[in-house]
């Protein structure tokens, strides 16, 4: 089945604490990106990447990190999470601007 | 940089009204349009997309027409259910890169 998984599904953390959320896509898309939603104000990017290697900045990259190593992974590191960082995230993936997203599950991160 | 403003919600209908949910868009070049719909607990799903100017998009009774003239992408629906209750978002994706843009989403409510 062709799906995106993300991991873990709800994360309940402190201040500070390094966390890593895991990405995988088993479709060979090109393009995977992470967003975050919060109430009011929809998705926002916080980075994409267009092949493996090369990622880039979205529209909210502050705070965290990214790296694509292989083509079906796509992490999003928080090096020291704060509050403001609690919200909803979703990976997504897709094999070209034109094409559709496939999005994940989504985690959902509060930040103590 | 790009935008994408959506008609401000929630949106409350009884079942079989007629939908319209406006969104326009600020891009440069020539990006691709789509609406995802998010059911409650769960990620985004393509609801339709097109491509290039006049281009209409359309799945399950919904549709939207690609205008470059106005940079609109219009979601209609002739009758809507209790079933597509839902969040509705409009995007972009801008051309040869992974940059995406959402608009804040539009909360419908579809009441028996």
């Known amino acids: 089945e062709a799906q995106v998984t993300q991991n873990p599904r709800y994360l309940i953390t402190v201040t500070g604490k390094k966390l890593t959320v895991t990405c995988s896509q088993n479709?060979?898309?090109?393009?995977m990106s992470w967003y975050r939603q919060d109430p009011g104000l929809g998705l926002r990017q916080i980075y994409y990447?267009?092949?493996?290697?090369?990622?880039d900045k979205g529209d909210v990259p502050e705070g965290y990190k990214v790296s694509r190593k292989e083509k079906r992974n796509f992490p999003l590191i928080l090096e020291s999470p704060s509050p403001n960082q609690t919200s909803l995230y979703f990976c997504a993936s897709n094999q070209g601007n034109t094409d559709t997203q496939y999005f994940g599950p989504g985690t959902r991160l509060t930040v103590l | 940089g790009d935008s994408v403003t959506q008609m401000e919600g929630p949106v409350t209908l009884s079942e079989e009204a007629f939908l319209t949910i406006n969104c326009t868009y600020t891009?440069?070049?020539?990006?691709?349009l789509f609406w995802y719909v998010q059911y409650p607990g769960e990620g985004l799903q393509l609801l339709l997309k097109a491509t290039k100017a006049d281009d209409k998009g359309s799945n399950k009774g919904f549709e939207a027409t690609y205008r470059k003239e106005t940079t609109s992408f219009h979601l209609e629906k002739g009758s809507v259910q209790v079933s597509d209750s839902a969040v509705y978002f409009c995007?972009?994706?801008?051309?040869?890169?992974?940059?995406?843009?959402f608009g804040d989403g539009t909360t419908l409510t579809v009441k028996p």
């Open positions: 990447s267009m092949n493996v290697e090369v990622t």
């Open positions: 995007a972009l994706n801008r051309t040869n890169a992974g940059k995406s843009t």
């Open positions: 479709m060979n898309h090109e393009y």
């Open positions: 891009a440069t070049g020539y990006p691709s």
